[in-house]
């Protein structure tokens, strides 16, 4: 009896221990199918249509914006970051290329146009005249698109800025993973 059961414990951690490493064997090659992902080079096509009814649903409101920055090559980002730092101008980003959802095209920044074509970044300014901030009532659309809004962000506000993470972490997607193309 007891050479039975010794007998089928040693079979049982045999089968277990090949399960495991083919699992690790897999894991392993997804990984390295993950990190050989390019970059994407545009806006996802989910963050591009929700740009679009961005824009129709604040003019529905008499609100007229501008998508004032969208996909973000990765030396783009560097170069935005530089400034303030190593280059003229004030700080607007703390990422870092490969840092910031622009550089995975699922961010988008935002800004006010005026009737003279001018663009402001006026987060009081209240054109439409309701007694609410424009930039405000934008970025609630925003949030109710399904973006997350840079303003509601605790260290640093960035108003102009809106993305969709798709529940993936800057780690993640600097790991391959990519959302998918279409909501289920």
């Not at 390295?32 to 529905?60: G, K, T, Y």
């Amino acid at each position: 009896m007891k050479q039975a059961k010794t007998a089928f414990i040693i079979i049982f951690l045999l089968v277990l221990g090949g399960f495991l490493f083919f699992w690790v064997q897999r894991e392993i090659e997804f990984r390295e199918e993950l990190e050989d992902r390019p970059l994407p080079d545009s806006l996802h096509p989910i963050v591009e249509e929700m740009s679009q009814q961005l824009v129709e649903e604040a003019a529905e409101i008499d609100i007229d914006i501008i998508i004032t920055d969208g996909f973000r090559s990765v030396e783009e980002q560097d170069r935005l970051h530089h400034q303030g730092r190593s280059s003229d101008g004030n700080i607007v980003t703390y990422a870092e290329g490969g840092e910031s959802y622009h550089n995975y095209g699922l961010a988008i920044d935002f800004a006010l146009q005026l009737d003279d074509g001018s663009i402001v970044w006026d987060i009081e300014r209240d054109d439409n005249g309701n007694g609410r901030s424009d930039w405000f009532e934008v970025a609630e659309i925003g949030k109710r698109l399904g973006f997350e809004w840079g303003g509601d962000w605790n260290r640093f506000k960035d108003y102009p800025h809106l993305q969709m993470t798709f529940g993936l972490s800057i780690r993640e997607l600097r790991k391959g993973w990519r959302p998918e193309d279409k909501l289920d």
